[in-house]
């Protein structure tokens, strides 16, 4: 069974413009949930999508958000970019939403100039 | 805040000697927790996982030791070999996961 992957791998971008991450869970599994690492703060939830909905957001600004498919594959956007914004993308994908165990794939790394 | 930490940010062992890494949770109510392995360059990847109504759970050459009285997590790696050398992170079971910073393993030929 395919893991979960994510495109593009890597991404540089300037600031002030938007970027779209992608994410295609494994398959039958409908949770997809998004992460931020970044070394000074590890690992930081931005949101979780189950059928179509979100069900927890983190505790980010409204400038990045997201999305889910009918077929469970997600995006996540994040507009205006910033310099703080340089980070590594982890997507997870689970079975059932939140307490499952999640799966992760390789991660977008995006650099902001 | 509840929070998942990690006791020590970088442990060196040497190859063959058995890895101890640690975790302490401040939820008592959690009743879910797992390990994950992050190599350099790629995606958490999924260890193993405990219940709260266990105390112990063995995998290939990993054990993982909850103690529920102190909220302490635990993470032993046998005979640990080159290929353990990642940062390993304890996720608590919440709504959403909560991770710990993690702690990086080096292994020492």
């Known amino acids: 069974k395919a893991g979960v992957t994510q495109t593009p791998r890597y991404l540089i971008k300037t600031r002030g413009q938007q970027v779209t991450l992608s994410c295609s869970p494994i398959s039958g599994h409908r949770s997809v949930s998004w992460y931020q690492q970044t070394p000074g703060q590890g690992l930081q939830f931005l949101f979780e999508y189950f059928s179509e909905t979100q069900r927890n957001k983190g505790n980010f600004p409204g400038r990045f958000s997201g999305r889910q498919f009918s077929n469970s594959r997600s995006e996540m956007n994040v507009s205006t970019l910033e310099l703080g914004d340089s980070a590594l993308y982890l997507c997870?994908?689970?079975?059932?939403?939140?307490?499952?165990?999640?799966?992760f794939g390789p991660g977008t790394r995006l650099t902001v100039l | 805040g509840e929070s998942v930490g990690l006791h020590l940010p970088t442990l060196s062992v040497q190859e063959g000697d058995n890895s101890i890494i640690n975790c302490a949770y401040s939820?008592?109510?959690?009743?879910?927790f797992i390990w994950y392995k992050q190599e350099s360059g790629k995606g958490p990847q999924f260890i193993i996982d405990?219940?709260?109504?266990?105390d112990k759970r063995q995998g290939q050459r990993v054990t993982v030791l909850l103690n529920k009285t102190v909220k302490h997590l635990s993470l032993q790696i046998a005979a640990t070999q080159p290929g353990d050398s990642a940062v390993y992170f304890c996720a608590e079971s919440h709504d959403p996961l909560v991770f710990g910073k993690g702690t990086r393993l080096s292994v020492i030929a």
């Open positions: 939820n008592s109510a959690s009743d879910y």
């Open positions: 997870a994908s689970s079975l059932l939403p939140s307490s499952d165990t999640q799966y």
């Open positions: 405990i219940r709260s109504n266990m």
